[in-house]
DNA sequence: TATGAATGAGCATTCATTCAT
DNA sequence: AATGAATGAATGCTCATTCAT
């Protein structure tokens, strides 16, 4: 099925280029026309793949959380487990590159939207679950090596770990200019170590 | 003489109709009808006070901004200084009541905005200056104290705490549901302890 | 009756400040409260002079008009009559000085705006008819006293001045720089010359 | 592929329904929805074409003046030159027949106009050295060609054209009852020989 | 599939006018 | 007589959506 191929990647960059208009121009100046040309479209090519205007932000939106996921699941199973590379994943998340701090302007922006669409406030909890069970797991595989105190409730862990990539990611996606990555780094390598205790 | 008007008064309340309708409807949909509606105003009348629309919300950013510093500083001499004051005085910060669920929406909104406005975010920034200089101050206090230990370095707990109310403050206003009050104060309350370790 | 005077002299105060206004920003520009600042009044205290904007604005450009004939009219019987007399009297007329220059650009905007304002072209043909008269029987009494050549018909002969005078002072008026007060008076001179010959 | 349009003969059409319009109501009372009535076409559809409003206008007023322009180098070689002949051509430019009143109409609601817009007085005296030069190199002609006196300065003499031009047609466009098409020429015709003298 | 011209509802903004004081 | 706060109609502009080709 040559066309439905051709069909799909034709969807990823019209939901890519999205994602550059939005992170560029935030989402309030993103116009459908704006995304064409930036896709090297027209806005009536855009609605042989979209709906509307809405299904096309949230295929950007997904776009940004599917990319973020993968990064925190990357290759788990291949480095050895451990708090420092739990650690280093996290940091990974962080808008440390380029590409990185134009998809955390994209998820600042829906999270601004979410604010008044519950359709969207859905969309993200969906996401935040999904991050939580990730690290959840890991916490609870990093016990069961015995490299993570027990005391710690893996869920709750979950939580403070996500909060505090939240809360810098936020932070830096405002102010990158007082916030290059090696400050991101530190400062989330010293709130994890707090959050996370060695036995 | 026209009708004696508090000028300053008048303004306060259109800013604070403006919070309203944007924590409820958020502020893409924050039409200035509804704002005029919500302060028994006109349209016409709000340009009285502010000469822009844009003059208005950042107003309403200003109402949200300067009450939630308000909270953070609350009668900081009375109380006797103590780790557990501090973080007490952290948690009355999250949106664990109405008022402050809608403060946080708003906040929320504006973090969107400020992605593609260098204005708004010059203003966000120097927000976050203001609360982590108050954090910082308290952090040192507690040290001189004697309760705090001195490896702590204050600027970067204070950034540590911002980044703990942040992350957890965002994933609430977008899930108030699956995080009531107690969640809130007990996982806040759990990041801080370990955030700031007493001697 | 003191009030009456005051009265009087408040009401050209305000027509004075259109005119001012006007001449310049325009009179699409000229709002009802610019002319009540400019006149240190306020917009309420207009309407107690004026019944509403059109009213001022007529009496803004009866004040220009009125300046205008007087200075054509100005002392004829004091000087001897004669040809140059006329042409140095259709020259003082000219945009030449300040006040003029802004007469002229009131005049300008009132002209654009007679094009679709029935009342307001009738009130600019009376005008037109007042000068012409002026023109033409001063042309009757050079005639009378022998100096200039009786071929001429005093009406069409007046026509021909207005036209001079105008079609001068309009090009003057929008390209000030090129139109200084020596070459405005010169081609008018020779205009006037051309078309009143002398016996 | 999409309806094939001709992309400038639509501008011109909207432009021409500007000039209409403007004729009609004058600039003041020329709202984009009654241009857009007038072309048979919306508001929406005249930003396809032109930036703004004052884009429409300013396109309105070079339809004009291009059309003035085109009339006064009507057929210049073709004709033998003489003095009659550059007269016949100055009359043919008044405000005789209706598309010229119209024409005059809107010339003269942007005479207002560019009282306070610098750009659009620009404009207006790019459009006059067009006139003056066409006129200034006839002049020259007829001097070469013996037909007019030497003593004549062209520019100078240009420009007497375009005043008595200028101050009979704003005359007869603001009171086109007292100024039928005869009087007009006649009384053009009147200046014009007195102005240009025969050898 | 794709184009892009056209639509038309929605909204901020302007400002003359009103009127309670 | 004067103030100036408030009104509310008017209007230019934006832009997602539609649709003829």
Redo the contacts with the bound molecule.
Sequence with gaps: MP??I??EA?RRDIAEAAVQVIGEQGI???????V?RAA??????????F????A?LLAALDHVAQRILHELHAAPTQNPISVDNLIARACTVLPIHEEGMRDWRVWLCFLGRAVADTALARINKSYYVEFRDGISSAVERLQNAGKLDNIIEPGAAADSVLAAIDGIGVRATLDPEEWPAERQKSQLDAMLRAILPTR
Tied chains: 1, 2, 3, 4.
């Design positions: 066309k439905k051709d069909h034709r309030d100046n993103a116009r459908l026309i704006d064409a090297g479209a027209t806005t009536g090519a855009i609605t042989h793949y709906d509307d205007k809405n096309l």
